[in-house]
Nanobody, 124 residues
């Protein structure tokens, strides 16, 4: 069993920044790819970013490329999402997810553990 706990969400003005964290426990974090997804009210859960088990590969949704950065610290069992130049359309609940293998991409089915989510609200 894997437990994921997100933190760092909040209210920020457009153009601002936030850093989300996801603390993992219960399994070998350092051998698992990790991802971030988001879900706005009334919409499907969308892929944001993913990082491989050893940080040698990252993948981003086109909508966040150049603004968001995913990273991880295997010594701390934590994955991060640095969000810069935030826009109102980034408003959503952000979820951390643990993948089934060393590498992962945008498909929800590649992930088998999810956190409870953290709210990010960007005001215009």
């Amino acid at each position: 069993q894997v437990q994921l706990v997100e933190s760092g969400g909040g209210l920020v003005q457009a153009g601002g920044s936030l850093r989300l964290s996801c603390a993992a426990s219960g399994r070998s974090f350092s051998s698992t790819a990790m991802g971030w997804f988001r879900q706005a009210p009334g919409k499907e859960r969308d892929f944001v970013a993913a990082i491989s088990y050893n940080s040698d590969s990252t993948v981003y949704a086109d909508s966040v490329k150049g603004r968001f950065t995913i990273s991880r610290d295997n010594a701390k069992n934590t994955v991060y999402l640095q969000m810069n130049s935030l826009k109102p359309e980034d408003t959503a609940v952000y979820y951390c997810a643990a993948a089934r293998g060393y590498y992962s991409g945008s498909a929800l089915t590649q992930y088998n553990y999810w956190g409870q989510g953290t709210q990010v609200t960007v005001s215009s």
